[in-house]
């Protein structure tokens, strides 16, 4: 496997194909997928409470760890990605 150390290392790619192929042998280093995550102030956002079954948690969480995520700000990702979907297409 190899190891994406700065965002440089990217290739541009021509289609999703090509970037799927991509990462079936690179993966960015923990380090370089920390310093990209934002770090919300608290008025930034609202806490709430989401009830789980806990094999569909523990899912989110295996799939959060392999790629280097906070399971939380994974599942936030996730919703924001459905959202924006939804939006343009009601």
């Known amino acids: 496997m190899n190891i994406i150390t700065a965002w440089s ?11 799927n192929a991509f990462w079936q042998d690179h993966e960015l ?19 709430i ?3 789980f079954d806990p094999r569909m948690l523990s899912r989110i969480k295996r799939i959060a760890r392999s790629r ?8 936030k990702q996730w919703l924001a990605e459905r959202l924006e979907d939804e939006m343009k297409n009601p």
């Open 49 to 51: 409470t989401l009830r």
């Open 29 to 47: 280093a923990p380090k370089l997928m920390a310093t990209s995550i934002h770090e919300a102030s608290s008025r930034e956002s609202t806490t």
């Open 68 to 75: 280097f995520l906070n399971y939380q700000s994974m599942m």
């Open 9 to 19: 290392q990217l290739p541009d790619f021509e289609d999703d194909a090509a970037e």
